[in-house]
């Protein structure tokens, strides 16, 4: 085995590493030395004492006691050294090399080729490193397992990255966080709650779970951190547990990614006679708190601070297909990004308007556009409405009497005698039903007021509308050509047609 000579640190003195071969031949070498000499000088003493010699003499006497001293200490150091070879000094080198080549993938490796002549003091310590070895290796990988299980598992409830800094960071479980700038992608289902509502539980969580999943893995390959699911919403954040330049940037792209891959599966449960979904989705960016917040009895990894409440309100803002990016997302995006103006809105508790950017492409090397889309559809057509205006989920105005202009695919026109300002949520009712089927609620927001001859017409974008009423609206609009007075006598209303 090759010597390594080093330097080791022990109980604060610098001292060299021997192996046991050196250790044990010096050791054997210098006490026979020792001995021999307190012989010789006592030998040579006695002589000189107890006898009157001449000195030529006594030198003569000395030299042959120094010849037969050196040829017992080269016997003794030949056949020592190889008993002690054999006995001692090679059994523990191979137990020391093969410790140096432990491998629990190999077997053979770990085994120690110990002849028939070792010691059996050395035997007994080989099985007992066989003993310790089997343990040792018996419980690294119940370990191993146990961390594997655990990773799986709460990368279920965490990102994996995350589960990843908790175990192996020695504050890993620690209460308390650090500050680091993120960006936050709040993503929220248009209407999920009055759908369910309609339809069995069941096959409601199916579809929820079914759309999780498909926006889980886009999230992922944009290397976003799910930080949770709030009912039908979901919480991503870039720039945890490390931040990256790029962090707003692959934002806005899985945000694009999240919008067209949704359209997507909407086909496709369209296809199965499932009910589709539509998105909104708000980004921004800023300073957060990020780490182990709540008590020693109850801690969740999570992100705390006022980007996190403003990415929400910017998400409230959208309607089904959109992307809006908040004012500091957009000024690191804004080469890299399509966007249309801007909209100012003047939220509750906020000191200032809100400003936000709908994003429609983004470059290189993502090249991904979406945008909502625009049917030139349309039925001119004045129907009896009922409007309340919405706060969240709450109504917080008495109803307002109107009627619509024109109907659209995911937009319609009403006409209405107070002004609503710009993205004010609100709720509709027609006033009427057709062969026994009564419209449903139609949540809309308002996306421009227009001042006309004939009053105050408020366009709205509709956020969620039942889809059999959906589906009846379409057939109309489809099915009936512009100033046709022979729909109106169908439906059975005297509206004029405009």
Request: hydrophobic share 45%; glycine share 8%; with cysteine.
């Amino acid at each position: 085995m090759e010597k390594q000579k080093a330097k080791l640190h022990l109980f604060g003195k610098h001292v060299k590493e021997r192996g046991i071969r050196e250790i044990l031949l010096n050791g054997v070498f210098w006490r026979i030395l020792v001995i021999e000499i307190i012989l010789l000088i006592g030998s040579v003493f006695y002589r000189m004492v107890s006898q009157d010699v001449a000195p030529i003499e006594l030198l003569w006497y000395a030299l042959r006691i120094m010849a037969l001293v050196a040829i017992i200490i080269a016997f003794m150091m030949i056949t020592l050294r190889r008993f002690l070879e054999i006995k001692i000094i090679k059994p523990l080198e191979i137990i020391a090399d093969a410790n140096l080549q432990l491998d629990g993938q190999n077997p053979k490796v770990n085994h120690v080729p110990l002849d028939g002549e070792a010691a059996t003091e050395i035997r007994k310590i080989v099985e007992t490193r066989s003993q310790m070895l089997q343990t040792l290796l018996k419980v690294s990988e119940q370990r191993l397992q146990l961390v594997s299980f655990i990773k799986e598992t709460f990368g279920r409830y965490l990102s994996r990255r995350i589960v990843d800094e908790i175990l192996e960071s020695p504050g890993g479980r620690k209460i308390g966080g650090r500050r680091q700038t993120v960006t936050v992608v709040m993503s929220d289902l248009r209407g999920f709650s009055d759908l369910s509502d309609i339809r069995d539980p069941e096959a409601m969580v199916q579809i929820l779970n079914r759309y999780f999943e498909t926006m889980t893995q886009v999230i992922h390959s944009y290397d976003g951190i799910i930080d949770e699911f709030i009912g039908d919403a979901i919480l991503t954040v870039f720039g945890v547990p490390e931040p990256r330049a790029d962090d707003p940037v692959r934002a806005v792209a899985c945000a694009l990614d999240m919008q067209r891959t949704l359209a997507a599966l909407n086909r496709e449960m369209a296809r199965e006679g499932m009910p589709t979904l539509e998105m909104g989705i708000g980004i921004n960016t800023g300073p957060v708190v990020v780490g182990n917040l709540g008590s020693e009895a109850r801690t969740k990894y999570g992100i705390v601070g006022a980007v996190v409440n403003v990415a929400s309100r910017i998400e409230s803002n959208t309607v089904g297909g959109q992307v809006l990016v908040g004012e500091s997302t957009y000024t690191q995006v804004r080469d890299k990004v399509t966007a249309q103006p801007p909209i100012t809105v003047m939220m509750k508790g906020m000191k200032k308007p809100l400003v936000c950017y709908p994003v429609t492409a983004i470059g290189a090397p993502y090249d991904i556009a979406f945008s909502i889309a625009q049917s030139d559809r349309q039925l001119n057509i004045q129907l009896p409405v009922r409007l309340w205006r919405m706060e969240g989920k709450k109504v917080i105005s008495a109803p307002v009497s109107g009627e619509t202009r024109f109907i659209g695919d995911g937009r319609l026109a009403v006409k209405i005698p107070v002004h609503l300002e710009p993205w004010t949520n609100v709720k509709l009712l027609f006033e009427f039903c057709q062969e026994a089927h009564c419209f449903s609620d139609i949540y809309a927001k308002v996306l421009s007021v227009e001042n006309s001859a004939a009053g105050l017409l408020h366009h709205l974008g509709i956020t969620y509308m039942d889809p059999r009423d959906k589906t009846l609206l379409s057939g109309w609009i489809e099915t009936t050509a512009p100033g046709s007075d022979a729909f109106l006598n169908e439906i059975g209303l005297a509206s004029e047609m405009k």
